[in-house]
């Protein structure tokens, strides 16, 4: 008896060691769609619905787009007499186990929104001291996802605090992906990967190009100031550990050519896909930006491997991505807003990643270049590729050696 009980203890213990993150999630960049960039706290169980059926009708969930996140502002001020989390009713009627029921019954997966504390960055309930008891209530709706947020943390520790989410998580028995939005403030991508399956890299991005609008404390950074800002942590980031560049702000106003580069860029960094534009009444140019199954492949190589800065020539900037078999994905991004002619001879131009010791040999190989957004094979490496870009536009293309 006296054993039964020494073993008990001792599998408990061995069981509360090992608390870990749900493995075999985020293999490849998780794909999804978010809330907050167009809704905010106006959110309610008929637009989840909606945006569920958007997501199929579009054709986003066939090209691979799995979550629907439902950000800051899905709660009731308080928390009720047994301290758990309680559904704004007004916004949420039938309670949020219905609304993730609907969501599951199309396929998709559901992911909430909470805060490490004692407030949500809205003002709504934090989980600071209630995190088991939160976890498994998400558990219990069927939640696939959990995006935890850093406002209100005073006196917490970074690390120590997403910790104790993931274990109250690992606890539940669910696997249940932890999406880390610590902004960046203490180095996440040191300790995310033990922690979590992707991390946010930097305060809240806005649809602008090249722009910063302060809020006092903070600022909102556009597309190209995030990535300049955290292109060089591209080692923290891979299989099951992402480097998260945000939300995404493609169909909310830029120009079609911005985002045609925004979407671009966050496949070539391996940043998780999460849309965060209104699915409802998103453009039939948009959607095709979003959808184009070529482009997403690059997202979903499954190397994992961020890309990198090749060339900065002020007008054209190349970026490259190693990918699974020899290939290789490349952004040529015109940073002008006049078009430019590209003559680009691989042979002047060797490619080599000194990160995952991967190069394109051109000498030795000859490689197949295909335009991704625009379905149309070009030249092999043999001969110069040429090409127009429009202002703030892309080419990318993928190479392929003939010889695998
Ligand atoms: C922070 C996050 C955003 C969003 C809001 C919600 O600003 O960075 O992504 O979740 O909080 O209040």
Redesign the pocket.
């Known amino acids: 008896m006296k054993k039964g009980i020494l073993l008990l203890v001792a599998a408990l213990l061995a069981l509360h060691v090992s608390a870990q993150k749900a493995e075999n999630l985020a293999l490849t960049p998780p794909m999804g769609w ?1 809330s ?2 167009t809704f ?2 106006d959110i309610n169980e008929k637009l989840v619905k909606d945006i569920a059926d958007a997501f199929v009708e579009t054709g986003l969930k066939d090209a691979g787009y799995e979550y629907l996140v439902l ?3 899905w709660m009731a001020m308080e928390r009720d007499e047994n301290y758990n989390l309680v559904p704004d009713p007004k916004k949420f009627p039938n309670g949020m186990k219905a609304v993730v029921d609907y969501v599951h019954s199309k396929g998709l997966k559901f992911g909430i ?1 909470n ?1 490490a504390g004692n407030k ?3 003002g709504y309930p934090g989980s600071r001291g209630f995190e088991y008891q939160d976890a498994k209530l998400y558990a219990e709706w069927g939640v696939d996802f959990l ?1 935890y ?3 209100n943390t005073e006196n917490l520790n970074a690390k120590g605090a997403y910790q104790t989410m993931r274990d109250a998580l690992h606890a539940t028995g669910r696997p249940i992906l932890f999406s880390i ?1 610590e ?1 960046g403030d203490n180095d996440p991508w040191k300790w995310g990967e033990e922690m979590g399956h992707m991390w ?1 890299v930097t ?3 806005i649809n602008c190009w090249d722009c910063k609008v302060g809020h006092g404390t903070w600022s909102s950074l556009g597309v190209w100031p995030i990535i300049k800002l955290r292109k060089d942590i591209r080692k923290y980031s891979g299989p099951g550990h992402w480097n998260d560049f ?2 995404m702000e493609v169909g909310n106003g830029m120009p079609v050519g911005q985002d045609r580069v925004h979407f671009a860029m966050w496949v070539m960094l391996s940043s998780p896909l999460i849309m965060g534009n209104d699915l409802r009444s998103a453009s039939e140019e948009t959607i095709e930006i979003l959808t184009n199954e070529e482009v997403i492949a690059v997202s979903q190589d499954k190397l994992g491997i961020q890309a990198y800065c090749h060339s900065d020539e002020g007008k054209i900037e190349m970026w490259a991505k190693p990918m699974a078999d020899g290939e290789w994905a490349f952004a040529i991004v015109n940073m002008s807003e006049e078009p430019v002619e590209i003559d680009h001879d691989w042979s002047w131009h060797p490619v080599k990643d000194d990160l995952s010791g991967r190069s394109l040999s051109v000498e030795q190989n000859e490689y197949t270049i295909r335009d991704l957004y625009n379905h149309k094979d070009l030249v092999t490496t043999k001969k110069n590729l040429k090409a127009t870009i429009p202002g703030h536009d892309v080419l990318m293309i993928r190479l392929t050696p003939k010889k695998k």
């Open positions: 978010n907050w960039n905010g706290t950000d800051d502002g929104y805060c949500t960055c809205a995006k947020d850093w406002c939005c902004w946010r305060g809240d991005i945000d939300m």
